[in-house]
């Protein structure tokens, strides 16, 4: 199983700027997409975005439409989040998941198989 290993996250200020990565533990071959997830203290883990591997192309929660940026590297096998203009609603612990089967509502966790860790993010106001 692939294992995801995601980082990037800590403390920033209202108004700023973080880039989270997310790296499988191995390449995989075929088609697949992977997400971005958040939680905060005491909620559901909800959708931020998702990307399909093969195109790019990508589909965004409305919460984060046009400050957050999800992408891929192909070569270094790696995704990212660019979140700008950060609020601290934007506070939780971020987590990357992989799609293989692509069945289900992609906007909610059951679409997905394998996940990270996560890593924290706090935005202070």
């Known amino acids: 199983q692939v294992q995801l290993v995601e980082s990037g996250g800590r403390w920033v200020q209202a108004g700023g700027a973080l880039r989270l990565s997310c790296t499988p533990s191995?390449?995989?071959?075929?088609?697949?997409?992977m997400a971005w997830f958040r939680q905060g203290a005491g909620k559901e883990r909800d959708f931020v975005a998702r990307?399909?591997?093969?195109?790019?192309?990508?589909h965004y929660a409305e919460s984060v439409k046009g400050r957050f940026t999800i992408s891929r590297d192909t070569a270094k096998n790696t995704m990212y989040l660019q979140m700008n203009s950060l609020k601290p609603e934007d506070t939780a612990v971020y987590y990357c998941?992989?799609?293989?089967?692509?069945?289900?509502?992609?906007?909610?966790?059951?679409?997905?198989?394998?996940w990270g860790q996560g890593t924290q993010v706090t935005v202070s106001s």
């Open positions: 998941a992989a799609d293989f089967r692509f069945s289900g509502d992609p906007t909610l966790v059951d679409a997905y198989e394998n």
């Open positions: 191995a390449r995989t071959v075929g088609s697949y997409a």
């Open positions: 990307i399909n591997w093969s195109d790019g192309a990508t």
